[in-house]
């Protein structure tokens, strides 16, 4: 069935490092690739997304890659900020359809 | 910026009673969606909503969930009989169309708790 796998659940980095989140995906029908961060007690809020027809994207400190032949997305933040402390879900989507998430990753920044 | 609204922001109910969550989507928007987080696990996705009727839903929705559009703005998800399984985070979404993507807004969520 239709499953996203995210790693590594929780991440720990000095501020100023870099975060790296990989997911990987199972419906290769799958055409947008979101990212949410969540902080507590709060609804996710999506933060950058990526479509199929491209390969990378960028905003600012965060980039998201796509590799649809392997099925694999992942997220960079340069530079991490402590204003970065969430938990950030990947997922996956097909058009008109539901968003699968992944497990999440709590990222911590070191001060 | 428009936004997903949800009330309440959290609901405490006895085992066996019907609570109904309350969803206000952007304006706009043609696609509805009811997700759940039970604490510390993923978002799982409960139902879809489009033209007034379920266009997808997951094998959590069972016959003790429904869902309705009562007028133009709000949408609501519906729990007849709650379970202490129950308890959890829900969250309403909405979007603008397929067009081939999906980009959803999530709400504050409402938070559930059963005893």
């Known amino acids: 069935g239709e499953n996203v796998e995210q790693h590594p659940s929780t991440l720990s980095v000095q501020e100023g490092d870099s975060a790296v989140i990989k997911c990987t995906y199972s419906d290769s029908a799958s055409n947008y690739f979101p990212w949410y961060k969540q902080e507590l007690g709060k609804g996710p809020q999506l933060i950058i997304d990526?479509?199929?027809?491209?390969g990378e994207k960028k905003d600012q400190r965060i980039a998201v890659t796509l590799n649809k032949t392997a099925k694999h997305f992942s997220l960079h933040i340069t530079e991490t900020q402590p204003e970065d402390s969430a938990v950030y879900f990947c997922a996956a989507s097909k058009s008109a359809s539901k968003i699968i998430f992944g497990s999440g990753t709590r990222l911590s920044i070191r001060p | 910026e428009p936004e997903v609204t949800q009330t309440p922001s959290h609901q405490v109910t006895q085992m066996g009673q019907e609570v109904i969550l309350r969803c206000v989507p952007i304006?706009?928007?043609?696609?509805f969606y009811w997700y759940r987080q039970i604490l510390g696990q993923k978002v799982e996705f409960l139902v879809s909503f489009y033209n007034n009727e379920i266009s997808e839903k997951s094998e959590i929705f069972d016959d003790q969930f429904s869902v309705e559009r009562p007028d133009g703005s709000n949408f609501t998800l519906k729990i007849r009989s709650t379970k202490l399984e129950d308890s959890a985070m829900y969250f309403c979404?909405?979007?603008?169309?397929?067009?081939?993507?999906?980009?959803?807004?999530f709400g504050p969520g409402t938070r559930l708790t059963v005893l």
């Open positions: 990526i479509r199929s027809n491209v």
């Open positions: 979404a909405s979007s603008w169309t397929s067009g081939g993507y999906n980009e959803q807004f």
């Open positions: 304006s706009n928007h043609l696609y």
